[in-house]
C-alpha cells in the first residue's frame, strides 16, 4: 500500500524555506505542502503559488500559524537565527515535528531551554538542517573512517573556505553580519563542520576548544581613500578596484541573486540603493569575524585543526585525516586514500561514482536531508529520534565554547560547559 505524503507548513520563505519547499514540487509522492508564514507577502505569495495553497493556508506570521493549528506532520522552521527558539517549542507544544533550520539558537543557554522541550516531548523528530550529513560525498568519508580505511584516526584538518563574496554577503552586509542580529560566524557557518567532527568520529565528545579570529578586513579602517557609503554611488575608479564591489556582485552576475525573490535587473538596482546589500563593505555595522582558526581534542586524544576562512576564491570544504595506517585527502568532490601497507592509492569521485541530485543545492544534501525526514517519519524507530537531536546539540556545545574561547583571546574551554 502506498504511504500518504508528509505533510508540511513552511516557517519562514526565504531560500531555505523555499529550497525544502522545492523538494515537495519535485517530489510529491512524499512530501505536500499545505501552508507558508511569511512576513514578506512576495516571498510567502511564492510558495504559496508554486503549491496551489490558499488564503486560508498562509499567514504573516509564525504565531499566526501555529494559533490556526493546520493539519501536518511537520513545521519547517526556516526564519532568521533569533527566531528559533521560541517557535520551536510553541510548534513541539502544538504536537508538530521539526525540521530546524540550523542554528537551533542564538545562545548557549536557548539551546540548554530548547534541548529540554524536546527531552519532554519525546518520541518526536526534530531534525537539524545540517545538511552536509546527507551529501554522497561527506557520507562516503564518514563511511570509509568509521570502516577502518586508514586505521584509527589519529588527527583531522579542516578548511572551511567561505569564499570572499560569499563573505562580503552574508557576514558583513547580509542577515550574519552583526552577532546581535544574528549568531556567531563559527556557530552559523561551521556547526555544520563540528557535527560532522562528531559524525566522523562515532560520536565522540569533544574534550578541549581553543579558537583564535578577528574581523581582519571588513571595517573602517580599511575603506580605500574617497569610497562612497554605498557602491553605486562610489566613484568609477575606486568601484572598479573593489573586490567587493556590490555592482560585481549583484548587478554583473547572476548567482548571488539567489535568496531574493525578485531577481530582475531593475530589482536589484533599487535594491543597492535603499537595502543592506548595497553598502560599502567598509562602512556596515557588521562584527563578525572574517577568518577563525579552532583547535578541538576529542575523546580518545585526537586532535582536530579547524580553520574558517573568508579571503578565498571559492568554496568547498577541504579536509585531510590522518590514521595510524594511512591518509584521506578531500577537496568537496574527489576522496584520495593513501595506504601505508601497500604504498597504493586510490580515488574515490562523488560525481562520477554516486552524482548529485539534480536541483539539490549543498553537494545534494539539501533534498539529502529531505529523504532522512521523510524515511524517520515513514520507517525509522522512532525510539532513536531524541538521539538525532543530541548529537546536533553537540555542535553547538562546541560552537559556543569556541566562540568563548575566541573573546578571550584563545583561553582554553573544556566541552563540560
Known amino acids: 500500500m502506498e504511504r500518504a505524503a508528509i505533510t508540511m507548513v513552511i516557517l519562514g520563505a526565504g531560500d531555505r524555506g523555499r529550497t525544502y519547499a522545492a523538494y515537495a514540487a519535485a517530489y510529491p509522492q512524499k512530501v505536500k505542502v499545505v501552508g507558508v508564514a511569511d512576513i514578506n507577502p512576495a516571498a510567502r505569495a511564492a510558495v504559496a503559488q508554486a503549491h496551489g495553497l490558499g488564503p486560508e493556508a498562509q499567514w504573516g506570521d509564525w504565531s499566526e500559524a501555529v494559533a490556526a493549528k493546520p493539519k501536518c506532520d511537520v513545521m519547517v522552521i526556516a526564519m532568521p537565527d533569533a527566531l528559533h527558539v521560541e517557535p520551536a517549542i510553541a510548534c513541539l507544544d502544538a504536537g508538530y515535528h521539526l525540521l530546524l533550520e540550523k542554528p537551533m539558537a542564538r545562545t548557549w543557554a536557548e539551546c540548554e531551554k530548547l534541548a529540554a522541550k524536546v527531552r519532554e516531548v519525546q518520541p518526536r523528530l526534530v531534525i537539524l538542517g545540517h545538511v552536509l550529513r546527507y551529501t554522497v560525498y561527506f557520507k562516503k568519508l564518514h563511511d570509509l573512517l568509521q570502516g577502518g580505511a586508514i586505521g584509527e584516526v589519529v588527527s583531522i584538518q579542516h578548511l572551511e573556505p567561505v569564499a570572499y563574496m560569499h563573505a562580503a554577503h552574508s557576514f558583513c552586509r547580509g542577515n550574519w553580519g552583526n552577532t546581535e542580529r544574528a549568531t556567531p560566524m563559527i556557530l552559523q557557518k561551521c556547526c555544520h563542520d563540528f557535527d560532522q567532527f562528531v559524525w566522523w568520529l562515532g560520536g565522540k565528545r569533544c574534550t578541549g576548544v581553543s579558537s583564535f579570529g578577528s574581523t581582519f578586513h571588513f571595517n573602517a579602517a580599511h575603506k580605500p581613500a574617497g569610497a562612497a557609503d554605498r557602491c553605486l554611488d562610489c566613484p568609477a575608479e575606486v568601484e572598479r ?71 578565498t576564491y571559492t568554496g568547498g570544504r577541504e579536509t ?58 515513514t520507517a525509522a524507530d522512532p525510539a532513536g529520534w531524541g538521539e538525532i537531536f543530541e548529537v546536533s546539540l553537540e555542535s553547538h556545545r562546541i560552537a559556543f565554547a569556541a566562540e568563548e574561547s575566541r573573546r578571550q583571546q584563545g583561553a582554553l574551554k573544556l566541552a563540560g560547559r
Open 241 to 311: 578596484a573593489c573586490p567587493y564591489s556590490a555592482r560585481k556582485i549583484y548587478l554583473e552576475r547572476q548567482d548571488y541573486r539567489y535568496p531574493f525573490v525578485d531577481k530582475r535587473d531593475e530589482a536589484m538596482e533599487a535594491m543597492l540603493r535603499e537595502g543592506p546589500y548595497g553598502r560599502c563593505v567598509y562602512a556596515c555595522d557588521n562584527d563578525a569575524v572574517d577568518h577563525q582558526v579552532v583547535n578541538l581534542q576529542f575523546e580518545g586524544g585526537i586532535t582536530v585543526a579547524h580553520q574558517m576562512e573568508s579571503y
Open 320 to 377: 585531510k585525516v590522518f590514521g595510524t595506517r594511512g591518509e584521506i585527502v578531500g577537496n568537496g568532490r574527489t576522496l584520495t586514500i593513501y595506504h601505508f601497507d601497500t604504498r597504493t592509492t586510490e580515488v574515490w569521485d562523488s560525481v562520477l561514482e554516486a552524482g548529485v541530485p539534480m536541483g539539490s543545492g549543498h553537494g545534494g544534501g539539501d533534498f539529502g536531508l529531505m529523504d532522512e525526514l521523510v524515511r524517520q517519519l
